[in-house]
């Protein structure tokens, strides 16, 4: 069988670990051929790809990034796009099925390019911020957790020198896993997320009993965290100290909302990208590895439609429709195991 490889969406330390499960199984056990696509699904729609063998892929899985590149190009978009077009590529080409590797807008059009075009898809799941339902845990996001926790215990010494309050802002556009498992292996005194809002004086709360004890505050906030009152938060965005409109994030919004309640000096410190780059862990090149390996297993069995997934420690095959038909959100008991310790 011939297989094409893409990677899509925001990049993830693990990619490279999944292409290589791929097709170290698929070359040494069944006799694929590969080929992967450029840039997402730009290359697969201008038909732009690059041979992968078992010497391509050597000593790729401690590699962050992916060598095939990544892009947000919607493959029903634009000429070339749609599912004829794609077939039509795919057969001059030669190739039998495809391998999406991506979230919740590449797992959507893979689904639809299944459902709609006929056309032979098996989806990996990938977000650093383990947002996809139908698996337990992303590759990635374990990475990223290790990231902003480093970046938690560097924030406490520095807060603890100056008594300031340090407002720590991790990725997490929709749900809160980052900021709810680096803020608990941080020790926060404060986790923000997207499920639960909270009112500004509730965070000053937390914030005044650290400082009553003498500590310095760290408080852990997701990018899409807010205020239980927003509007009241952007009459706070006023002008940074060269008298520019503040046009940062949740967490620049925050510290001088705390600053001004509390009159506990306050930072915010964004970990942004840093959080996606660089090598994975060992966690994460075993779980991409290991669902590499799964997505050719699936393309032998000819499970058009299926993604592979982690269900407890075994990786699993469940349908796309099942991944992309909701948000994995933080429930309320395991936000609420962590507030016990706010404060
Ligand atoms: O979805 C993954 C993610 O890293 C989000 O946490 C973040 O909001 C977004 O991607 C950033 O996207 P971009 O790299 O396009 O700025």
Not at 150 to 160: F, H, N, Q, V, Y
Request: glycine share 14%.
């Amino acid at each position: 069988m011939k297989i094409g490889i893409l990677t899509s969406g925001g990049d993830c330390p693990g990619l490279n670990a999944v292409i290589r499960g791929a097709v170290l199984k698929g070359d040494r056990v069944y006799g694929d051929e590969f080929v992967g696509f450029r840039y997402g699904w730009r290359g697969v729609v201008e038909g732009d790809m690059v041979p992968l063998d078992r010497h391509t892929v050597r000593g790729l899985s401690r590699q962050g990034g992916t060598i095939l590149g990544s892009s947000r190009t919607n493959p029903f978009e634009g000429e070339g796009g749609g599912p004829e077009n794609i077939q039509r590529m795919m057969d001059v080409n030669g190739i039998d099925a495809m391998i999406a590797i991506g979230g919740e807008g590449t797992l959507t059009a893979a689904r639809r390019l299944v459902d709609e075009g006929g056309i032979n898809v098996i989806g990996v799941p990938k977000t650093i911020d383990n947002d996809l339902a139908a698996t337990d845990y992303s590759f990635g996001f374990d990475t990223a957790v290790e990231i902003a926790t480093e970046a938690i215990d560097r924030l406490r010494t520095t807060a603890e020198s100056h008594q300031r309050c340090m407002i720590v802002e991790v990725m997490g556009r929709h749900v809160g896993w980052i900021a709810l498992h680096s803020g608990m292996a941080g020790g926060a005194h404060a986790i923000l997320i997207p499920e639960r809002p909270q009112s500004i004086e509730q965070i000053c709360e937390w914030v005044l009993h650290v400082r009553d004890r003498g500590r310095a505050p760290v408080v852990v906030v997701s990018e899409g965290f807010h205020l239980d009152t927003m509007e009241e938060a952007h009459s706070h965005k006023g002008l940074d100290a060269f008298n520019r409109p503040r046009l940062g994030g949740i967490g620049e919004l925050l510290a001088p909302m705390i600053e001004e309640r509390t009159g506990i000096e306050s930072r915010a410190t964004v970990i942004g990208h840093i959080q996606r780059g660089g090598v994975p862990s060992a966690y994460d090149r075993v779980l991409a590895t290991r669902l590499g390996i799964a997505a050719v297993d699936a393309a032998q069995t000819r499970q058009w439609g299926s993604m592979v997934s982690l269900k407890g420690t075994d990786v699993e095959i469940v349908s796309i429709a099942d991944a992309t038909g909701g948000l994995n959100t933080v429930p309320d008991y395991r936000y609420d195991e962590a507030a016990v310790l706010f404060g």
